[in-house]
């Protein structure tokens, strides 16, 4: 009965382990980043690496007093051999919607689209870009929590709402920390647009590597932990069955 009670809390345990270790990595990373020059306004949508997003949809307002919009362009991330991205532009609405679907599990993250607007001057609100998660899922079709950063001009709304209609509210984002918003290598145009220093874009793969260490570390002190309690649950069974056989050969006596 002791050992049996041992396998079961520590089955137990190995479960609720898996369940953290899941509910922690079930976040789709998107960044929105924006770069001023001038009175042109660039917002470049990015995926965090490691984000695990293999199927999302999302939908860009911006305020009509405020932006005017210019052109996009893809980066990296859309352009992939095993990635589809489709974007659908309404400029009487002023929103554009973006579909991405990719079939690689490991995908990495990268610049999904830039987008150029004119700054007019004329808004007065703190959010003139409205973000809203519409759908965001992994490969296995499981939703993932949206983890939003980026600037501080960016509102995330809910599924299905722009920033233009009556009673939208946007809510904070999470600032990114670096910019690593600098255009995708691949997009001439907006880096005509962007005077930021190479070193920015440096800091920003920086940033993803010490999330992966971070990741790696959570990892290991898991496994650590596993392992520990698979060796005190060996011990307790090892010190059970001593006794038990101690017993036996008392009564034997």
Same mark, same amino acid.
Not at 33 to 59: F, H, K, M, P
Not at 102 to 124: C, H, M, W, Y
């Given at each position: 009965?002791?050992?049996? &009670?041992?396998?079961?809390?520590? /089955?137990?345990? %190995?479960?609720? +382990?898996?369940?953290?270790? $899941?509910?922690?990595?079930?976040?789709?990373?998107? @960044? @929105?980043?924006?770069?001023?020059?001038?009175?042109?306004?660039? #917002?470049? @949508?990015?995926?965090?690496?490691?984000?695990?997003? !293999?199927?999302?949809?999302?939908?860009?307002? #911006? &305020?009509?007093d405020?932006?005017? #919009?210019?052109?996009?362009?893809?980066?990296?991330?859309?352009?992939a051999?095993?990635?589809?991205? /489709?974007?659908?532009?309404? +400029?009487?609405?002023?929103? %554009?919607?973006?579909?991405?679907?990719?079939?690689?599990?490991? !995908?990495?993250?990268?610049v999904?689209l830039?987008i150029?607007? &004119?700054?007019?001057?004329?808004?007065?609100?703190?959010?003139?870009?409205? %973000?809203?998660?519409?759908?965001?899922?992994?490969? $296995?079709?499981?939703?993932l929590?949206p $983890?939003?950063s980026?600037?501080?001009?960016?509102?995330?709304?809910?599924?299905?709402?722009?920033? $233009?209609?009556?009673?939208?509210?946007? *809510?904070?984002?999470?600032?990114?920390?670096?910019?690593?918003?600098?255009?995708?290598?691949?997009?001439?145009?907006?880096?005509?647009?962007?005077? !930021?220093p190479?070193?920015q874009?440096?800091?920003?793969?920086m940033?993803? *590597?010490?999330?992966?260490?971070?990741?790696?570390? !959570?990892?290991?002190?898991?496994?650590?932990?596993?392992?520990?309690? +698979?060796?005190?649950?060996?011990?307790?069974v090892?010190?059970v &069955?001593?006794?038990?056989?101690?017993?036996?050969?008392d009564?034997? *006596?």
């Amino acid at each position: 009965m002791t050992r049996f &009670k041992i396998k079961r809390g520590l /089955v137990i345990l %190995l479960l609720l +382990l898996l369940y953290t270790t $899941n509910v922690n990595a079930a976040e789709g990373g998107l @960044v @929105v980043n924006r770069v001023d020059n001038d009175d042109i306004v660039t #917002y470049i @949508v990015s995926l965090e690496s490691g984000c695990g997003v !293999q199927a999302a949809n999302y939908t860009l307002s #911006y &305020k009509e007093d405020a932006l005017e #919009y210019l052109d996009q362009q893809e980066g990296s991330a859309a352009s992939a051999d095993n990635a589809m991205f /489709v974007t659908n532009l309404n +400029l009487d609405n002023k929103w %554009l919607k973006l579909g991405y679907i990719s079939t690689d599990p490991n !995908q990495e993250g990268g610049v999904l689209l830039t987008i150029r607007f &004119k700054n007019t001057d004329a808004g007065t609100e703190k959010h003139v870009l409205g %973000l809203a998660v519409d759908e965001m899922k992994d490969g $296995n079709g499981n939703d993932l929590s949206p $983890n939003i950063s980026g600037d501080t001009s960016v509102g995330l709304l809910p599924a299905g709402v722009t920033i $233009n209609d009556a009673g939208a509210a946007p *809510q904070e984002i999470r600032i990114a920390v670096t910019e690593n918003s600098e255009p995708d290598k691949s997009s001439e145009a907006a880096e005509d647009q962007n005077d !930021q220093p190479r070193s920015q874009a440096l800091n920003g793969d920086m940033d993803h *590597q010490k999330t992966d260490m971070t990741l790696s570390l !959570q990892s290991i002190m898991i496994l650590c932990v596993i392992l520990a309690v +698979l060796a005190l649950a060996l011990i307790l069974v090892l010190v059970v &069955k001593k006794k038990r056989d101690e017993g036996s050969e008392d009564c034997d *006596q």
